[in-house]
């Protein structure tokens, strides 16, 4: 067993594309993964779970057909299964998803040229 | 639905007990808990589900009966189904736990005084 906690600094600065998510760590069947987001994600849903979001530096928006919340750092929020929504932020932003293993980024849109390749650990 | 973004900080205002944590969220049956902890805790073990520890504010300790991780703010780490561990915090510390509904933080010592009620949402 490897007793070395994982940090959420040093793991953000070994790579610098965005809106890729990157795993560092699991638990059962789900993943923690982070990521550095800017810009306008697209309109997706995940059918068959809820994500949740987690903001550990910076500021995020999530629009929903029907609203939008706003998420700082030291912030969470968790859009359940089967509501569409899109991610965004103004400037770069450093957020944290849990999720199960195999949550395509894009949702049903599983060939958007923001579609991130899946299970790619650092 | 909610569009409202969940604050640690504001969380952690809303109690002052030690190991006893509160449920702030969750993503299908998984809970996000979140608690303040100092001193040590029991020696105890899940044996169904591996855990996720994410420390908010202070420094703490896991002891495993052969090593010991300590965990920051701004760190993780996840403890394995079934491998028996002390977590640990000399000073007051904020973590949050990731894991299923239902785990009970005692493990199988489910009454010991620090045994905690569960499914408490704050």
Redesign the interface.
């Known amino acids: 067993?490897n007793?070395?906690?994982?940090?959420?600094?040093e793991k953000y600065k070994l790579f610098n594309e965005q809106w890729k998510p990157k795993v560092?760590?699991?638990?059962?069947n789900?993943q923690?993964k982070i990521a550095k987001i800017q810009g306008e994600f697209i309109w997706h849903t995940h059918h068959e779970?809820?994500?949740?979001f987690i903001v550990?530096n910076g500021e995020i928006k999530i629009e929903?057909r029907?609203?939008?919340?706003?998420?700082?750092k030291?912030?969470?929020?968790?859009v359940?299964?089967g509501?569409e929504h899109k991610p965004s932020s103004l400037n770069e932003s450093q957020i944290m998803l849990?999720?199960?293993k195999g949550v395509v980024n894009t949702g049903e849109n599983k060939t958007s040229n923001l579609t991130a390749e899946n299970d790619v650990w650092i």
């Open positions: 067993m007793y070395k906690s994982i940090n959420f600094s560092i760590s699991e638990i059962n789900y923690f779970t809820d994500e949740a550990l929903f029907d609203g939008i919340v706003t998420i700082k030291g912030e969470m929020f968790v359940p299964a509501v849990i999720e199960p």
